[in-house]
């Protein structure tokens, strides 16, 4: 595969709201709150994605593999969120109110999911400046050929660049891959019956920001 990384642009938003779909299919909180099938979760991604890539502090890139009959397709995409903003990012960027959520999907899980998300976070990492795998997403016919570790890595080198911990919130199918890139459970959390893991990298020597 020749896969290439760049960072998305705002027309990339539908090719990764078609990924997030397909790289979740299997994942049984997001199906029961963003059932692929429904308009609503359809929409409530798509406009997520596209608030998000605006936001100064998430840095998002997508793979494209050159050696597939369709180059430019987009195969795999990730967030990842920084400690300080972008260079030459808007100053005047406001964080849009949260959209309400699908309809037809569980909505009283979504509420209680992601508002512990959130709070966990906020547990594990207080006030420490970090960098956190927002999200990350791989076609099901190309997992397991490097798109995910290209994008992974990405933020590490950031991470270790900056002397900084980085974060994340991974399915138990998915940790073991992240405990090869030196990430270590703090934290494993049930709801519902779906459980996650909260995951940490401890900082190495880099710059060493404040």
Known sequence: MGLTMRPAT???TPA??????????NHGTNTRIFPASSPHAQSFIFNTLSAEISNPRAYFHVITDSSSPTPEKIIAFAKWNGPD???GSDSNYQKPAQLPFPEDGDTELAKEFFETIAQKQEEHMGMRRHWCLGLIGVKTEVQGR???GMLVKWGLDRADADGLEA???ASPSGAPIYRRYGFEDIEVWTLKGHTEC??????KAG???P
């Open 10 to 12: 705002s027309a990339d």
């Open 198 to 203: 909260f995951m940490l990298r401890k900082a």
């Open 146 to 148: 490097g798109a995910g």
């Open 207 to 209: 710059k060493l920001c």
């Open 167 to 169: 974060y994340l919130v």
């Open 85 to 87: 903003p972008k260079p």
């Open 16 to 25: 990764m709201c078609a990924v997030f779909f397909d790289a979740f299919q």
